[in-house]
């Protein structure tokens, strides 16, 4: 089982180094997590933090991360929406 930190770093080292769409952005504000996975909230920066709606993305999925292996996967966003109710938020730091 593998921590937040560890399954954020993995996130940073799968998906930053071939990042082409803006700026690499990794929201880190609120842990998202299930008994299974950590899920993450990226994209261009543009779009999350400056709110570019040009740069909006939609239907690619959510970035999670296999607590078991800690596998980098992407999550249709349906499943993550049918698994509302199974979703732990906190607080990071």
Do not use: C, Q
Not at 56 to 72: D, L, P
Not at 80 to 88: E, K, Q, S, Y
């Amino acid at each position: 089982m593998i921590a937040y930190a560890e399954a954020e770093a993995a996130v940073r080292e799968v998906l930053e180094p071939s990042w082409a769409d803006g700026t690499f952005w990794l929201d880190n504000a609120l842990i998202v997590e299930d008994a299974e996975l950590f899920y993450f909230r990226v994209g261009p920066r543009e779009w999350l933090v400056e709110g570019d709606v040009s740069r909006a993305r939609y239907g690619g999925g959510v970035a999670a991360v296999v607590k078991a292996t800690g596998e980098v996967i992407w999550v249709p966003e349906v499943r993550v929406a049918l698994r509302h109710r199974t979703l732990r938020y906190r607080k990071n730091r």
